[in-house]
Each structure stands twice: as C-alpha cells, then as structure tokens.
C-alpha cells in the first residue's frame, strides 16, 4: 500500500478525471501521478512504479464505479497486457486512445492520435517484475487468516473465466522458482480443482499452496494470456 501522499495524489488525480469525463487507465493515473510527485521533489523510482501503486489506483477509481459514475472494461490497450479502462456511463471505451509506451513491442507503437484496437503476445509464464506498467497482475496480496489466498477477478476474466467456471491448479517451477498456474483447461493436468465464485474470484487453499511450494508472506499474481492461465508466485521486494 503507498503511503499517505501517494494516496492523496491518486484520489486527487482520480477525482479530477471523473470530473473532466476523461476515460483512462491505472497507467494513465500513475503517470499524473508521478508527474506531480516529481514536482514536488517526492518521486522515488523504487517506490513509485506503476507496478507498487497501481492496486491503489485501482481501489481509488472504483469509488467512482461504485457510484454509478463510470464502468470498466477490460481491453488492449498497447501494454504488456490488457488494461481496464474506466469510462463515464453511456460512453463506449472503444474510443479510448491509449498512451504511446516505452513497454511495447516495438511493432505495437503507434502515435498517441490514433485509437484502435492492438494484438499483443504475452510471454509464457512471465515473471511479475516484467509486467512493470501494464494491468494484467496484482502485487503483493496477502493471505487470509486461515492462509487462503483469493486470485483477483479482473484477472481471471482476462485469460477468460467465467463464474461457476472449474478452475484447475497445477504446480510447477521455472527459472524464477515455484509457481502454482490457475487454468480453466483440465487437459493440462491438475492438483486441485475449484468453483468460480458469483463475483469471478478463486480462493486458493493453503494446503494447495504448500504442495506448490509457495509458502510466502504474500504472493504476485500474472495474467498469462498464451496460457490462458493466471499464474501465482510468492511476492519479493
């Protein structure tokens, strides 16, 4: 969670935004956001990236969703990974014009006057420090008392699952170390299965957590999109 500031500066941005009718992303809030922080000589690179403040975005914008002021919508949007994009009722978020960014592929930048739709290839089983300033993962979520953890809905939805949907887990390890992948395909083999709640979410045992060797404090959560799975690691600074 940032800290005080921070979180002033987001609402404030946030606030600001829904007031203009302006559509955006968590991306979009970051960099206002980031802006100012170095205005004032408070920007701190290891401490301001999108990828630690983003859930707090997040968590503000959704003030604005709750109201009934705007929807979201997740769409590509020229990152890493697809991004919501929060729009104001009775706009279409198809309009939205994305950033130019320093994160896509090269053949994904286009100039920032031109909206559309873009395809992008997500690398299998990609790291979470990878995913520096796209959506398509959550940091840091910490566990329950009973060490439960609950996989977020947004990304479930974007490797495309469903409520009441058979989530399948399967443990595995790669070069970055253990892992536990969520996906929706029995054919991949599985540990453990579970039922995709009303609201899109997956609560992971504790037990199923230990088997993958995941034992951390908190853990990082990764849209795979090649995969068609989320993908779960123990969180490191």
């Not at 970051?30 to 990236?49: I, N, P």
């Not at 997040?58 to 929060?86: D, F, I, K, M, W």
């Amino acid at each position: 969670m940032c800290d005080s500031t921070t979180i002033s500066l987001i609402d404030e941005v946030v606030s600001q935004k829904v007031s203009d009718g302006e559509m955006f992303t968590a991306y979009d809030v970051t960099l206002a956001v980031q802006e100012l922080l170095k205005k004032s000589g408070l920007f701190d690179h290891t401490q301001h990236r999108h990828k630690y403040i983003k859930n707090d975005v997040h968590r503000s914008a959704e003030t604005a969703v709750l109201s009934g002021q705007y929807s979201r919508n997740l769409q590509n949007v020229g990152a890493p990974t697809p991004a919501n994009v929060y729009f104001p009722i009775g706009k279409d978020p198809s309009n939205y014009v994305p950033l130019t960014r320093t994160d896509a592929p090269q053949s994904q930048k286009q100039d920032s006057s031109v909206a559309g739709p873009h395809t992008i290839t997500i690398p299998a089983l990609m790291a979470p420090e990878v995913d520096d300033d796209g959506d398509g993962s959550f940091v840091d979520r910490k566990p329950d008392a009973r060490g439960t953890i609950c996989v977020p809905a947004f990304l479930l939805r974007a490797v495309g699952f469903k409520p009441q949907d058979v989530a399948y887990t399967l443990a595995g390890t790669d070069s970055t170390g253990a892992y536990l992948s969520v996906s929706n395909n029995k054919a991949n083999g599985h540990m453990v299965s579970y039922t995709v709640d009303h609201a899109c979410n997956v609560r992971i045992t504790k037990a199923t957590l230990d088997y993958a060797g995941l034992n951390g404090k908190s853990y990082d959560f990764e849209a795979d999109l090649a995969n068609q799975c989320v993908v779960v690691r123990e969180h490191t600074n």
